[in-house]
């Protein structure tokens, strides 16, 4: 007879086959679902458009950079993880000093998330950075700090920035500082002046009969002349006086700085060349000249307003007595 347990033994053991069966194609899907979740994940690494970083503090290691850093950069991912000195060797001369403090900072603060800083890629284009980053704080002490970050490329940015504040600041057509810049710029160098009780001059310059130049030559041809007193007071006057267009025809300077007598200088020499300027139109030819009202900061200025007041008093004069003159009040 035979023994009914020693019949099923070997279908006994089945169900701990078919357990173990079970559990590795478990752990053969698990490892494929894992190696899928790898290549998703690198394939998002390698469509992110920003730089996503580790780096030991401690050691100065970087410990991992994404694929995009070989994109932006234009250098080798190796080269970086075996020498930090590669990032620092590309930050733009002048930002370094910056980059690095603010690195630094988020050890005290924990994150730092405006910083901004330019690079030069290998192909010697400037580049800015967004680059923001923060401490991977472990729990158990004695763990080293690391710092991770991501770094975008914002340099499109940065040039629509910067044509947006050049064309709010700036004459479209003269390409000098627009009447609210200027006054912007003046109020502050008025009050630098008020304050270290420094010299300061106030010009203002209108150009004759420019409505005969208009309706002699037409607008376009008044365009050229306005261009050209424009280029003649880049010219002319000092490094970090300021010049622009506030009116139709009428141009201001600030002279920070500059005594009385160094004022009329400037002034002169802005008027010799707009009187050496020569325009053709069709064949004829003509020529500009230019009034000009000067004043200088006294005691009794309490604002810019009443500078601009005398200097517009003056110029005024400046017409009345014939044109073609700079009056001094």
């Not at 730089?51 to 991992?64: H, I, K, M, S």
């Not at 234009?74 to 970086?80: E, K, N, T």
């Not at 690195?103 to 580049?127: F, H, M, P, S, T």
């Not at 000098?176 to 002046?193: G, Y």
């Amino acid at each position: 007879m035979v023994n009914n347990k020693q019949k099923d033994a070997p279908h006994a053991q089945w169900p701990e086959a078919a357990q173990t069966l079970i559990a590795l194609m478990h752990a053969q899907g698990e490892v494929a679902r894992l190696s899928e979740r790898e290549q998703l994940i690198s394939s998002l690494l390698v469509s992110v458009n920003a730089v996503l970083w580790a780096f030991n503090w401690e050691t100065r290691q970087v410990l991992y950079v994404s694929p995009a850093y070989e994109r932006i950069f234009g250098r080798s991912a190796g080269l970086l993880l075996a020498d930090y000195n590669q990032w620092r060797d590309s930050i733009y001369p002048d930002d370094l000093e910056y980059a690095e403090q603010s690195l630094a900072e988020v050890l005290r603060k924990g994150a730092v998330e405006d910083r901004e800083y330019r690079i030069i890629a290998a192909d010697g284009q400037v580049r800015w950075l967004s680059d923001k980053c923060f401490i991977n704080r472990q729990d158990e002490p004695g763990q080293p700090v690391i710092i991770v970050g991501i770094a975008e490329d914002i340099t499109d940015k940065k040039h629509m920035e910067t044509e947006l504040q050049r064309l709010a600041t700036t004459d479209v057509l003269t390409q000098s500082s627009n009447r609210r810049h200027f006054f912007e710029c003046a109020h502050r160098e008025f009050a630098e002046a008020r304050r270290h009780g420094s010299p300061l001059a106030f010009l203002l310059l209108d150009i004759d009969d420019f409505k005969l130049i208009n309706d002699s030559y037409g607008h376009p041809e008044g365009d050229n002349v306005l261009q050209r007193i424009a280029e003649c007071g880049r010219g002319s006057l000092r490094r970090g006086d300021l010049f622009g267009r506030i009116g139709g025809e009428e141009f201001a300077a600030v002279f920070p700085g500059c005594a009385p007598d160094m004022a009329v200088q400037v002034a002169e020499r802005l008027q010799q060349e707009i009187q050496r300027l020569r325009f053709n139109h069709d064949g004829q030819a003509f020529s500009i000249t230019v009034s000009q009202g000067l004043t200088n900061l006294t005691e009794a200025d309490e604002s810019l307003d009443s500078l601009f007041a005398r200097a517009d008093a003056a110029m005024y004069e400046a017409k009345r007595q014939g044109k073609n003159r700079i009056i001094a009040a």
